[in-house]
């Protein structure tokens, strides 16, 4: 038993710091409100964390478990104070290990987007025109990006990539899926200008990169949807 859960719950007596103490344990573990990086996954990792506690809880205490935009759940007028001091007793015996049950599984979703530091590959070191873009990537078989492009452009499609396959990242040790955006963002290894990207996520390390690709790359892929489509790069409509 969690020894300092226990001297915190020994020392409640009142309905609202029996609800708070509910509340508090059975927040979700990662901080998915809005303005947060994973609030695009809020009612996922919600439902998730949800499923979790399920799996541990002695007598469904997971029905306390509210949506981030609720401000209470209807459970918390019960208006029985045995019920709120059963509940809290209960959380002490088993909500540690759902809490590290779930952040382990979760643990992939706070991957970040590879910097041209981290993974140089696809990244260009200097800005070139198109041409010589194209002269690279023949000679060395290397798709790039166009050198406008950098992490910080990628992220918020990882991030939406989170949504689509939220099943599939959350249970595959590696996942490598498509995204077509709305402006061509580099050359493919075969010279070709695209708007095709893939992009690959690694679950142990935490790491996500990407790099323009040629449809046929898409069509190899044996996952379901193969890419998702979606407008990106509307702030450097300009520049691309």
């Known amino acids: 038993m969690n020894q300092q859960l226990f001297d915190k719950y020994d020392g409640l007596s009142t309905e609202r710091e029996f609800i708070d103490f509910i509340r508090e344990n059975l927040e979700c573990p990662i901080n998915c409100t809005q303005g947060n990086r994973l ?4 009612q996922e990792l919600i439902a998730l964390w949800r499923h979790t506690c399920s799996k541990y809880s002695t007598a469904n205490e997971e029905d306390f478990i509210r ?57 260009l070191t200097s800005k070139i025109n198109k041409a010589d873009i194209i002269k690279l990537a ?37 996942l490598r899926f498509g995204v077509k955006v709305d402006k061509s963002i580099g050359i493919s290894n075969t010279g070709i200008e695209t708007n095709l ?41 300009e520049e691309l």
Not at 39 to 42: G, K, L, V
Not at 152 to 171: Q, R, V
Not at 209 to 235: G, M, Q, R, S, T
């Open 39 to 42: 609030n695009i996954i809020d």
């Open 67 to 123: 949506e981030v935009y609720e401000e209470d759940s209807s459970l918390f007028y019960t208006e029985d104070l045995d019920e709120f001091k059963r509940v809290g007793f209960n959380l002490i015996r088993w909500i540690n290990t759902a809490k590290i049950d779930f952040m382990n599984a979760t643990r992939v979703f706070h991957s970040k987007m590879a910097s041209s530091k981290d993974y140089p590959k696809h990244y």
């Open 138 to 174: 023949l000679k060395k078989n290397i798709s790039y990006f166009f050198s406008e492009i950098n992490e910080s452009h990628l992220e918020p499609i990882l991030l939406d990539s989170f949504t689509e396959y939220f099943d599939l990242i959350l249970h595959s040790e590696n």
């Open 197 to 237: 990207m893939l992009f690959e996520i690694n679950k142990s390390g935490q790491i996500a990169h990407a790099y323009p690709c040629n449809e046929d790359e898409i069509e190899n892929l044996d996952i379901e949807p193969k890419f998702f489509d979606k407008v990106y790069f509307d702030w450097l409509r």
